[in-house]
């Protein structure tokens, strides 16, 4: 039986989603610490239309971050589907890797979304504050659900009462990079 196509956002406010966005949940994958803590992602919008992204997590205590740009999948389309694109490994970043990033859910405030991708392999809810009301989070897994993902693969990414603010000390050898290469 063929899975239903995910229905995204259409006429994404790109410029109201500009900014800091924590992650309160997630799907483990290999492209992130296991053990990653006051994850967050920044938006900043560049001249040319594009977005910079800037993926922050703290990791035995260092920061591990990662940058790249995301753009429209289809320029024309109204539909909130992007790409975003990384250069890995983020301490000699030479190898191109583009994934899909779908804006699945928004809040009519802008204040928490549901982010997924075609396969149903990545999830993400994300929320403009480092917590979020059980009832907003469950209605986003449900929303989640309804998609086609499988929800029980769903992680709470712990967040500290008071997030970092500055960048801290750093994980200058993509130590975390290697580690996800081997599923740690």
Known sequence: MAEKEMSVVRNLDVKRYMGRWYEIACF???FQPSDGVDTRATYTLNDDGTVKVLNETWSGGKRSYIEGIAYKADPKSDEAKLKVK????????????TGDYWVLFIDHDYQYALIGQPSRRYLWILSRKSHMDDEIFNQ???????????????????QSETPPEEEGPQDTKGIWWIKSLLGK
């Open 28 to 30: 483990p994958s290999r």
């Open 140 to 158: 986003l897994v449900e929303k989640a659900k309804e998609e086609g993902y499988d929800v029980s693969k769903l992680h709470r990414t712990p």
């Open 86 to 97: 990384f250069y890995v490994p983020p301490f000699l970043p030479i190898i191109p890797v």
